[in-house]
């Protein structure tokens, strides 16, 4: 046995989180600035919140976690910004996008950006919690067809609980 491999044994095993297959959690930073910005969770289901200070934390989230980011920002003389954003977590091995605040990347399913399509955007996050699903149990493929036609100015798709049923079903059969 030569000396690298020697020295290669006697090294500490790598963490979980380093080793193939195994994923790093998604880190998510969240903000409260009154009177100026608020950057929160609309929906999600976090592992953890860790507070950083007193308008700053950071969710972290597992692969596969769909959650929904809001943005306002503000100024002396009103709403400047309304941003709305469907992110889901994925593992190191997926392909990711780099969007800000979330790291190392995750998968943007829909984005919203002006008063308009945010307000739409929250309609419907509101209908689909008044059905009783859960938001971030939503299939990533219809709030990616949600992005799409508030894009194109039409009129958003309901997401029912029968299609929902039907989403759930197929998934279990895969």
């Known amino acids: 046995m030569n000396v690298s491999?020697?020295?290669?044994?006697?090294?500490?095993?790598?963490?979980?989180a380093t080793l193939p297959g195994h994923a790093a959690p998604t880190r998510v930073s969240l903000a409260f600035v009154a009177q100026r910005l608020n950057l929160y969770l609309?929906?999600?289901?976090?592992a953890c919140v860790m507070p950083l200070d007193r308008g700053r934390r950071v969710a972290v989230f597992l692969p596969g976690s769909i959650f929904g980011?809001?943005?306002c920002e503000a100024d002396d003389d009103g709403m400047l910004r309304w941003q709305c954003r469907?992110?889901?977590a994925c593992t190191p091995?997926?392909?990711m996008q780099r969007i800000?605040?979330?790291w190392p990347g995750a998968r943007l399913l829909l984005h919203a950006e002006g008063e308009r399509?945010?307000?739409?955007?929250?309609?419907?996050i509101d209908t689909i919690e008044a059905h009783g699903i859960a938001a971030c149990d939503v299939s990533?493929?219809?709030?990616?067809?949600?992005?799409?036609?508030?894009?194109?100015?039409?009129?958003?798709?309901?997401?029912?609980?029968v299609r929902h049923a039907a989403w759930r079903t197929g998934r279990v059969l895969q």
């Open 5 to 16: 491999a020697r020295t290669a044994m006697r090294a500490s095993p790598p963490s979980v």
């Open 42 to 46: 609309r929906f999600g289901r976090p």
């Open 69 to 71: 980011r809001i943005r």
């Open 86 to 88: 469907v992110i889901q």
């Open 93 to 95: 091995l997926d392909a």
């Open 100 to 102: 800000p605040g979330v």
């Open 117 to 124: 399509p945010v307000r739409a955007v929250l309609e419907r």
């Open 140 to 161: 990533p493929a219809y709030w990616r067809a949600l992005g799409r036609r508030l894009g194109a100015r039409l009129s958003p798709s309901d997401c029912t609980a």
